[in-house]
């Protein structure tokens, strides 16, 4: 048999040779004992850092996972901030009310899903080239590595690695399928995409060009006369078509998220789209400082630079296969349209959000997979090798700052939880807990908190069955006549708030003790964004610090009422738990909403010492 050299300037296929396929067993084990650690370690990592107490979005799922809550389809679809998450959802209270009422189980099953995908990625590699390559480990690299520690110990991503499993399937399939996906890859790669909207905006964004490419592998087959041609054919098509059509249905009756950032700026847009897919590396990629609002190093536009780069020469060599080799049409152009589906999100995300958020790997990371599948079945040989080895070793170059900055998160994240949870045990009153710990790690709304913290005690979910109940407090209600008003009419004794600038300005008769403040206004025009500041005689101005706020957030449902318990209630209501002295209080509704204050009420402890005569001061 006759075998002619690969010209290097060849597009094709990787094809190796006879000896290389039956003399793989040791990069192969090494690939695989690679990731087994990676796995293993992000197991370990979830072992001892993550926790069971909710954090965050974690919050919403608490009554329909406890049984408070219906589950209905109306809830199912309806909006979680700008998410539609009935899949993740469903998986949620799969796993909390078949496997176990614990928020690890949502963090175990985002470690074994990416395990899994990393495996399938090595072995669909494996298959495509006939042998395996010590290089293949930048799957499990960067798949399983620590940069993903945010989301790794966050129950309620779920949602984010849905998405990511169905994206990291699709790669595979398509890289897999040297023509049009027929049988069963065509029917899976049909349900992947047809799933993707219904895992959220992180999913809805890979929608539009995915569904183009299964309309044109759809036609592919429809022409090409093959028998069975046309039954491929309808099952691509028909997929494609309801994946539209669910984007379509997606923004019916959909609301946007009052107060989230946007922006519509070309220059803003691209940067931070190019921040996005340039986190696919993780934090390490850009230096990102361990902060509130981490700080990238100061040359970090070169490191997006480099991706773009890499990103723009992938999509040359897939253009320039589909333009040269008719039978890989169907599999670049698949190739090429994923890497525009992912820049397609990327460009969705730069609307609105920060490009160097750690939370975003996860969504990032499927684009560089996609790159190494197209230069290992596409790449030049004579430059082929250099780029998987360029791609392998920056994940190798970046796993011990990644590592590092992972671990960082998760000790950060395991000594606040395990804080609240020790003071829980203790018996601490659940107002001084959720003072103390909400905000950061547990959910910046205190009612929240507040409404649901029962519910796990009622489900006995890990410290919550110590949870105690609150000391009886006494209420005091502030007479509605601020010191200082500005945007603000009363009607009939009634102060009401109209804009942006609105703000009132309470001054007690004595300084006090206070414990909390309870807030009950109603609204009209729009959704409120209504903050609640506090100091004492010493202070000299109100601070930041010193603040509560509720801004729409969550579940749609819950947008006017804070949470799911108070939906019946004929007004809204925030808790600002202060725990200090007050001498002078800060409403201020910076909203486009019209708010009616009804109720400013001051709880004090029954056994303060300044307590009835501070009633009847203030009276």
Known sequence: MNVTRESP????????????????????RCVLLVWAVMSVAAL??????????????????????????????????????????????LLLLAMMRLLSMDFR???????????????????????????????DAFFPIALLNWSQAANFLWCWQVQFYASMTLAGTLIILIARSAGPPKGITAVITGICVVLLPLCGANGLGLVPALALWLGYVGLLHWRSGA???????????????????????????????????????????AWTALQF??????????????????????????????????????????????????????????????????SSLALGLGMGRNGFETRYVTLSVPALCATYFAWSLYGPTWIRPA???????????????????????????????????????????????????????LHPHQLMVMDYMPYLRQSRVGAFRYLRDDPPLHEISLPLRPIESNDVTFQNGTP?????????????????????????????????????????????????ELHTKYSPTGDRANWGRITWARLQDDSSTIYAWVCRPVRMIRILPMSRATIDLREVTLLVRSDGKKGPEDRRAIR
Request: glycine share 8%; net charge positive.
């Open 227 to 269: 028998s069975g041609a046309r039954r491929e054919a309808m099952i691509l098509l028909g997929a494609a078509i309801v994946a539209l059509l669910l984007v379509g249905l997606y923004f019916v009756g959909y609301d946007n998220v009052p107060y989230h950032p946007s922006t519509h700026k070309r220059r803003v847009i």
């Open 496 to 544: 009401r708030g109209i804009g942006m600038g609105a703000n009132l300005t309470f001054e007690l008769p004595v300084e006090m003790e206070v414990e909390g403040i309870r807030l009950r206004y109603a609204y009209s025009t729009s959704l409120p964004y209504v903050a609640i500041y506090w100091k004492s005689q010493d202070q000299s101005e109100f601070r930041d």
């Open 387 to 441: 780029a998987r080895m360029l791609l392998f070793a920056t994940t190798v170059i970046l796993l011990a700052p990644n590592t590092w900055w992972g671990w960082r998160y998760a000790v950060n994240l395991k000594s606040h939880l395990s804080a609240f949870e020790r003071d829980m045990v203790a018996g601490r009153p659940p107002y001084q807990l959720i003072h103390d710990y909400c905000g950061k790690y």
């Open 44 to 89: 370990g990592l979830v072992a001892s850092h993550g926790s069971n107490v909710p954090s965050w979005d974690d919050w919403d799922i608490v009554p329909a996972a406890t049984g408070h809550q219906p589950v209905t389809l109306k809830w199912l679809w309806s909006q979680h901030n700008e998410h539609r998450v009935p899949v993740p959802r």
């Open 105 to 135: 189980t949502g963090m175990y099953f985002n470690v074994v899903v990416t395990s899994a995908l990393a495996l399938a990625m090595v072995l669909a590699m494996r298959r495509l080239r006939g042998s395996a390559s010590y290089l």
């Open 277 to 342: 897919l340039t986190m696919g590396f993780g934090p390490g990629i850009v230096g990102l400082s361990f902060e509130e609002q981490p700080v990238p190093i100061a040359f970090w536009k070169l490191a997006c630079v480099g991706v773009s780069a890499i990103f723009a020469s992938t999509c040359w060599i897939l253009i320039t296969v589909w333009c040269k080799q008719a039978a890989e049409r169907a599999r670049a152009s698949g190739l090429l349209l994923f890497l525009a589906a992912m």
């Open 9 to 28: 300037t060849e597009f094709a296929p990787v094809l190796e040779s006879a000896v290389e396929r039956t003399n793989d067993n040791r990069p192969f």
